[in-house]
């Protein structure tokens, strides 16, 4: 054992302020030096000191109440800054978790099962009547230039030329996803019509506004 | 020594210790492990301190003002050494510490210097 691990040994189980700790481990340290200086064996110096627990006693007992109380507050400080760290990294970590999980989150599109059916169904119905006034007017500003007859022909033509009168939508599946900060939610859903069936795939921003269009 | 003695030499030891200290740096300064020496040197072995003792006394002593310190500057291989000295405030405690203690001695003995009567 070297003079500086039975010295360690010693601080460590005294009660007090980490300045004291530090004054009593730096004459510890001189004091052992100073006698090593004098000849004296680390040996022998330390079985006169004797057990390092024992000298922590000796100096615990006769240390002052002003010094005790020192140690208490700061033993009370390390537990509570340990406590307020946690509690940051856990407030820290729910934040992430809000934030990435659309469920959760505060700006997330609040529409119900219902709400999205109702409003592909009208999408849908608005495209089949050819009405791209009032679905523009349901749409996010991005979204108005495309929703012309002219283009919407363009794509339609584009799977086939003579779809047939519409019959029935299948079932609606949606899904919420988070894009560059911004909640969305995007609906798939089959169309049937008398020559063809077309799947969509229908984006609603978090206001319910059509925020993008694809078929196939 | 049984137990019990060793309960009393140590709480009439201790009463006394703060006082000790200061007569020793009356003369000059001196660091921790040389009071140790000293004590138990001039007192013939009665007075054998720890650094679990003296320490916490020397700090005591020094925040009430009594006694002040300061490390030596290193020479050659030397290791630097924390020295106290006796304050202004110090002797003059010591003064009365002093008196105190002559006036309990002086009562002390003439209590136990008394012949027992049935």
Known sequence: MTPNQYVKA???HVTCSKAK???IKLQLLSDMNASLEGGEVLENIISRMGKPADIAREFNENLSEEELMKYQKSKRFRFFGVIAVILIIILFLASILLWLMPWASGT??????????????????????NDFDTLSNLS?????????????????????????EYKSL??????????????????????????????YT?????????????MK | MNVQNEKYERQMKKGVLDMLVLKLLESDEKYGYQLISELNEKSDG??????GTLYPILYRLED????????????????????????AKGKAALEQIATTWNSIQSGIDKIMETPVTK
């Open chain 1, 170 to 199: 299948g079932k609606i599946y949606s899904q919420e996803i988070l894009q560059k900060g911004k909640h969305y939610t995007v609906v798939q859903v089959n169309a049937s019509y008398e020559n063809i069936s077309v799947t």
């Open chain 1, 21 to 23: 700790k530090k004054e």
């Open chain 1, 108 to 129: 997330h599109s609040s529409a119900s099962q219902t709400e999205i059916d109702t409003k592909t169904e009208e999408v849908i119905t608005l495209l089949n009547e």
């Open chain 1, 10 to 12: 010693i601080t460590r």
């Open chain 2, 46 to 51: 009665v007075f054998i301190l720890k650094e």
């Open chain 2, 64 to 87: 009430e003002a009594f006694i002040e310190s300061n490390w030596s500057l290193p020479e050659g291989k030397q290791v630097s050494r924390k020295y106290y000295s006796i304050t």
């Open chain 1, 140 to 164: 996010t500003k991005e979204m108005v230039p495309y929703l012309t007859k002219d283009y919407i022909d363009k794509a339609r033509n584009g799977i086939s030329d003579n779809w047939g």
């Open chain 1, 202 to 214: 229908i984006t609603f921003d978090q206001d319910m506004n059509l925020a993008g269009l694809y």
